[in-house]
């Protein structure tokens, strides 16, 4: 393909920050570049951050934070990634799924609130695209129910939410820096400890169950067994192309930003007319420009662009396959119609080539190709 979905871009000084950590010998993880990586975060969610080698890891850690026993309930999206879900059902929990909204295609509350129980341990909110979930109502419900709520941030990292940084609402926050994120470093991620209760315990089972944090603080002059845990550190050399990352991500915001209202402004008039919506933002949201999708007026329409862009040379992707219609979904009771709206927006949603590296060149095939596509209106405005 010409223009693929995703490219990973050298941005700033990564090449140079990978042969520097390389040339130390410090390879394994908590080096000078995690620990860098870790305090640029740290300072911009005004909390503890723990890096670690990806999202689902980091959602593993909160699975871990819940203490949860057989029985105990985590309340997912069902339009999500498999480990939004998954790391907590892994620990013992029941997933228990709940709708989207049909305009931003993030956790309804009032579905949410249905769902809540008395064995509810917590609510995982992701911001899809980056675009923010309605974090008012769900944190009263999860205030009112007595349960954790978990930000699954893999898309938001520099979004907001009126003006507070995304991943800085939950008692936790997990963050990806998988190669298709808005920043990267191949595979890696974070867990933000906004609850400081939560954070010697955090480090302890990132840390294979043991103390070491504190060893290499001074603070025992041994490190021992204090819980469980697993190995859950970054690399160094990933670390050291994360940090190259992360000094230039205003440099990257803004170029998302452009390519993603230039989408917007030159294909909006095209959406009303044939039926297909956008991705509406709440004035509330500001997002960190992740995604731009399409929500086509149905499947055969849907699958009609990706082919009709295919022969244009662009690559159009789908996702998510509902959660609750998983063979794993369906074996804690997932059946056809629980989440209409996941289900519907599944069949219909299409993501555009994003990337930094998206030329202007490159987006004007794209914007071209989408725009010679002949979608039939049915159903829904666009929102934007
Ligand atoms: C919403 C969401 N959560 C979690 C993940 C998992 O991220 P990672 O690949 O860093 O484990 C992804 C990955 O794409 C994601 O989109």
Known sequence: MRTPFNEVSVVGNELRYVAEAAASLHLAGDG?????????????????????????????????????????????????????????????ATPVFADVCPDTWNLDPDDVARRIGPRTR???????????????????????????????????????????????????????????????????????????????????????????????????????????????????????????????????????????????????????TRGVALQHVPDESDPPYHLFPLLLPDEGQRDALIAHLARAGVLGVFHYLPLHLSPVGRRYGGTPGDCPVSEDVSRRLVRLPMFFGLDSERQSEVIGAVRTFGAAGKSGGPRA
């Open 122 to 272: 917590a609510i995982v909110a992701l911001h899809y695209g980056g675009v923010a979930c309605d974090l008012e109502a769900l944190g009263k419900l999860a205030e009112r129910s007595g349960c954790m709520l978990i930000e699954d941030n893999a898309h938001g990292l520099y979004g907001a939410y009126r003006g507070r940084p995304l991943g800085s609402f939950g008692a936790l926050a997990t963050l990806s820096f998988h190669e298709t994120k808005n920043l990267t470093c191949g595979e890696g991620g974070a867990l933000v400890v906004n609850d400081p209760q939560l954070a010697s315990r955090a480090e302890i089972i990132r840390d294979k169950g043991t103390d070491r944090a504190r060893f290499r603080r001074g603070e025992v002059d041994r490190y021992t067994w204090r819980d469980n845990g697993s190995s859950y550190l970054l690399s160094e050399l990933q670390a050291a192309f994360l940090y190259g990352q992360l000094e230039a991500a205003e440099r990257v915001m803004a170029r998302r930003r452009a390519i993603w209202t230039r989408y917007r402004d030159e294909l909006r008039d095209w959406a009303e």
């Open 32 to 92: 000078p570049f995690s620990d860098r990586c870790a305090e640029h975060l740290a300072s911009h969610f005004g909390a503890r951050v723990l890096m670690t080698p990806s999202c689902t890891h980091a959602l593993e850690m909160c699975a871990y934070l819940l203490g949860l026993e057989p029985g105990d309930e985590v309340v997912v999206p069902s339009y999500a990634f498999v480990t939004t879900a998954s790391a907590f059902a892994a620990h013992g």
